[in-house]
């Protein structure tokens, strides 16, 4: 681009090819992704946030134990958290001209993150850890995947990995408060090493 080459080169044909493809919706010419695969990807990734909700709904009305009342109210939160991301992605999906899938049947499957209810409070924190250290992992390759030919979804998955990033760290502090014992053991394996 010169500086006299404006940015858009020719606005006539932008308003022409706007009214060509009416029926695409908010997918142009410009869009480079198969908005058939995106909205593959997005289900997949919905699908993980209806399970991290259930599962932290449920272990919200499990929490038992001493510190169940803080616990439980981290759970509550995240639960919400994840309700919106699936909203949003849900969203995203009819953008792209897709449907999303709630259908329960088979959510578990579509999910990459595992449905573990766990038997104590620590138990239950840590199946919510690895949830979503297993969210970071896949939406981080949704991300890779998405890159410049769909920067709507990857900025969607960005702005979601990094809540997800932050209830990790979340569910790592809780830990860390319920077993210093066990964490400093930890540590001290980690640095003999």
Do not use: W
Not at 141 to 162: G, H, V
């Amino acid at each position: 681009m010169t500086k006299t080459q404006p940015f858009l080169s020719d606005v006539k044909e932008l308003r022409r090819r706007a009214r060509e493809n009416i029926d695409r919706g908010a997918i142009t010419d410009s869009y480079r992704g198969d908005p058939n695969v995106a909205c593959d990807i997005l289900n997949a990734a919905l699908a993980t946030e209806i399970v991290c909700v259930l599962r932290y709904k449920r272990h919200y009305f499990m929490a038992r134990g001493l510190n169940k009342d803080a616990v439980a109210q981290e759970f509550l939160e995240h639960a919400a958290d994840e309700q919106e991301h699936a909203d949003r992605i849900a969203e995203r999906i009819t953008q792209l001209g897709g449907a999303p899938d709630l259908n329960p049947e088979g959510l578990a499957m579509r999910s990459h993150s595992e449905y573990v209810e766990g038997d104590t409070l620590v138990d239950m924190i840590r199946e919510d850890l690895v949830a979503e250290r297993v969210a970071v992992e896949s939406y981080t390759e949704i991300i890779r995947y998405f890159s410049d030919n769909d920067p709507t979804s990857r900025r969607l998955m960005e702005s979601i990995l990094e809540k997800e990033e932050e209830h990790a760290n979340d569910m790592q502090d809780l830990i860390d408060r319920l077993e210093p014992d066990l964490t400093a053991q930890s540590d001290g394996l980690h640095k003999r090493r």
